[in-house]
């Protein structure tokens, strides 16, 4: 396993379909987080390039992402530990990224009380995403689900076997979209 836990998607179909879950949302910055080897930015960059920030974590991986996406506006960073407003600025922003697995629902809290939240669409291991779009009386239904509910809806995208990585993972993965609830007060 790489130094930071990274699994790489390498399924060229699945990156455009992940990306395709963008396409009717309205948004003034999108953030990839966790870019790794540009899997998924290879379908973002072209159509979202004046939007789009990506946060990455490895600097090893920098390098290979300038060269492959110029003009990117990348930052190495660990996105918990960035301040969103001055990240993503003003405006709706959506987030997109294949989490990391250790870290990912930390990532969604974060961005679910980002106030200017359009859209994101995450991926993680197959249980925590069941566990976040559980139905009341299942057994995944928890805290996990309430949080996620009390700020968003959240919508299954696809699963994906994991011999769709490198290295290959030890579980297969969900793809979410989530929707900020909209609040009046």
């Known amino acids: 396993m790489p130094k930071f836990s990274q699994v790489f998607l390498k399924d060229k179909e699945i990156c455009a379909r992940i990306a395709a879950a963008l396409d009717d949302?309205?948004?003034?910055?999108?953030?990839?987080?966790?870019?790794?080897?540009?899997?998924?930015?290879?379908?973002?960059?072209?159509?979202?390039?004046?939007?789009?920030?990506?946060?990455?974590?490895d600097p090893a991986l920098l390098p290979a992402l300038r060269e492959k996406f110029k003009g990117l506006d990348l930052v190495n960073a660990d996105f918990l530990q960035t301040d969103l407003a001055a990240l993503a600025g003003p405006g709706r922003t959506?987030?997109?990224?294949?989490?990391?697995?250790?870290?990912?629902?930390a990532i969604l809290e974060k961005t679910l009380q980002f106030g200017g939240l359009a859209l994101s669409v995450f991926m993680?291991?197959?249980?925590?995403?069941?566990?976040?779009?559980?139905?009341?009386?299942?057994?995944?239904y928890g805290a996990l689900t309430l949080l996620t509910a009390s700020r968003a809806s959240a919508e299954l995208l696809m699963d994906i076997k994991a011999?769709?990585?490198?290295?290959?993972?030890?579980?297969?993965?969900?793809?979410l979209v989530f929707r900020p609830k909209v609040f009046f007060g």
């Open 124 to 140: 993680f291991q197959k249980e925590v995403a069941r566990r976040i779009t559980a139905a009341p009386g299942d057994s995944d």
């Open 25 to 57: 949302a309205s948004f003034d910055r999108l953030i990839e987080i966790g870019p790794g080897g540009g899997a998924l930015t290879a379908f973002l960059f072209p159509k979202y390039w004046s939007l789009m920030k990506a946060v990455e974590i």
């Open 163 to 175: 011999a769709s990585f490198t290295p290959v993972p030890a579980v297969d993965s969900s793809v």
């Open 94 to 105: 959506a987030f997109i990224g294949n989490l990391p697995y250790e870290c990912a629902t």
